[in-house]
């Protein structure tokens, strides 16, 4: 393995590991002040105890991708290992089956890097639920407001009118 894969792979793995452990550190604050503010819509309540949740479960899932990756280290040299003997194999033009033993590492390497994908389509599968709430209260509270306005600006108006009527 190159000094470039390797310095890469634990980059990658330290960052993941450190924005789980921030974003952790985040929702758990929301989670609190959740707790701490009572007076709070129990709507509003109810979004962010679940958008924290979801993140914290994103979280996980990116602590556990993590040392997904950091398990590929070990696996890495007998899959090159593997891979040169084939292509030494198609050099002297014999066409080799794998033993038992390779045949099942083969097995094991291609679950564990199905398994990686799934942890990472469940943290993008997250994050796109997690959009989509937030487009759906934001629009929520959109509506909210205009519906406010425009109640407010209804008010304005027939106080104005009572005004110009002489009803005052």
């Keep these: 393995m190159e000094t470039s894969q390797v310095v890469f792979g634990v980059t990658l793995v330290v960052v993941l590991v450190a924005m789980a452990g921030?974003?952790?550190?985040?929702?758990?604050?929301?989670?609190?002040?959740?707790?701490d503010t009572?007076?709070?819509?129990?709507?509003?309540r109810r979004y962010l105890r679940n958008q924290a949740w979801?993140?914290?479960?994103?979280?996980?899932?990116?602590?556990?991708?993590?040392?997904?990756?950091?398990?590929?280290?070990?696996?890495?040299?007998?899959?090159n290992e593997l891979v040169a003997k084939g292509e030494a194999?198609?050099?002297?033009?014999?066409?080799?089956?794998?033993?038992?033993?390779e045949q099942q590492f083969v097995d094991f390497y291609r679950n564990f890097w199905a398994i990686v994908l799934l942890v990472l389509l469940a943290i993008i599968c997250l994050a796109a639920v997690?959009?989509?709430?937030?487009?759906r209260f934001g629009k929520h509270q959109y509506r909210k407001i205009q519906a406010d306005r425009r109640?407010?600006?209804?008010?304005?108006?027939t106080r104005l009118r009572s005004q110009r009527n002489g009803h005052d």
């Design 151 to 157: 109640a407010m600006i209804e008010g304005e108006l």
């Design 89 to 101: 194999n198609r050099a002297a033009g014999e066409k080799r089956p794998l033993d038992p033993n």
């Design 54 to 79: 979801r993140r914290l479960v994103c979280c996980g899932l990116m602590v556990v991708l993590a040392i997904l990756l950091a398990a590929h280290f070990s696996l890495e040299g007998p899959v």
């Design 38 to 44: 009572p007076d709070m819509p129990a709507e509003e």
């Design 22 to 35: 921030y974003f952790a550190w985040r929702q758990g604050r929301t989670l609190q002040s959740l707790r």
């Design 130 to 135: 997690d959009y989509f709430a937030i487009r």
